[in-house]
């Protein structure tokens, strides 16, 4: 429908929202996205789902180093999506009990289906934002991969994130991890928009993984504590070793 090859006043915006109403009915995925953004939950920091099958085989390969021989090791991967992480990690761990979490309902659905079509049974996968409802000192390893951002960060390159996401929740969440960690346990932090060595909980831990020569990643921008981006700035520290509870 055009006058004069110009779109007739209003078209563009019937077309954008068709385009919206046919995505809604027809991709689950960007459903299941738009109605946990709608519900505002708490302890949401990457609305999120992308994911992949070993996207971190250096951490996951250290984790094996370290808690290999521990025939009794439990693993706890938060925001698990669809569970490529859980399912990536017990080819690492073959003898670990393995539980996800993630904020999304459909996601834990997708990764109960899958685990329906196993025969596994040391893992387990729950619907939950944070650990809160996780015992303290109960995890040899927490992984906490491409969580604690937000895409839309890098999208905007906003010079404040507080809009979408803030430190202080950065920092409960860390303190919260690790509360579950068990001393001498490892906390696993990739892809974040904020540092851990900046959270008051970070004194209670060692480095134990870094990336010899980190540089800035624009997809993934720093903030400081007071959410302010933080330019250029690049951050390597991947895992941290539990020394004592706060």
Same mark, same amino acid.
């Given at each position: ?17 068709? /385009? ?11 459903? +299941?996205?738009? $109605? ?20 971190? !085989? ?5 984790? /094996? ?24 990690? /017990? @080819?690492? &761990? ?34 939950? =934002?944070?650990? +809160?409802?996780?015992? #303290? %000192?109960?995890?040899? #390893?927490?992984?906490? &991969?491409?969580?604690?951002?937000? =895409? ?26 690790? @509360? ?6 490892? &906390? ?6 904020? @540092?851990?060595?900046?959270? #008051? ?9 870094? $990336? ?8 993934? !921008?720093?903030?400081? /504590?007071?959410?302010? &981006?933080?330019?250029? %700035?690049?951050? =390597? ?10």
């Amino acid at each position: 429908m055009i006058a004069g090859n110009r779109p007739l006043p209003g078209s563009r915006l019937f077309q954008r929202g068709a /385009r919206f109403a046919y995505r809604l009915l027809t991709d689950g995925d960007y459903r +299941s996205v738009l $109605l946990t953004r709608l519900r505002r939950p708490a302890n949401l920091f990457q609305p999120y789902t992308d994911t992949a099958p070993d996207r971190y !085989p250096l951490l996951f390969s250290f984790a /094996r180093e370290k808690l290999g021989a521990n025939p009794d090791v439990r693993l706890l991967s938060i925001g698990c999506s669809t569970g490529e992480e859980v399912f990536t990690l /017990r @080819r690492y &761990l073959p003898a670990a009990s393995i539980k996800g979490l993630d904020i999304n309902r459909r996601n834990i659905e997708i990764c109960k289906a899958r685990l329906r079509s196993s025969t596994d049974t040391g893992i387990e996968f729950e619907a939950a =934002g944070s650990t +809160s409802g996780e015992s #303290a %000192a109960s995890y040899d #390893a927490i992984f906490c &991969l491409a969580v604690l951002r937000h =895409g839309a960060l890098a999208v905007s390159g906003a010079d404040r994130c507080d809009r979408f996401i803030r430190f202080e929740d950065f920092e409960r969440m860390a303190a919260d991890l690790a @509360r579950c960690l068990r001393i001498g346990g490892y &906390l696993f932090i990739a892809n974040s928009n904020f @540092r851990f060595c900046e959270t #008051a909980v970070s004194r209670s831990f060692e480095v134990t993984l870094s $990336l010899l020569s980190p540089v800035p990643d624009p997809r993934t !921008p720093i903030y400081d /504590r007071a959410n302010r &981006l933080v330019r250029d %700035a690049a951050y =390597g520290d991947l895992a941290f070793r539990k020394l004592r509870d706060p």
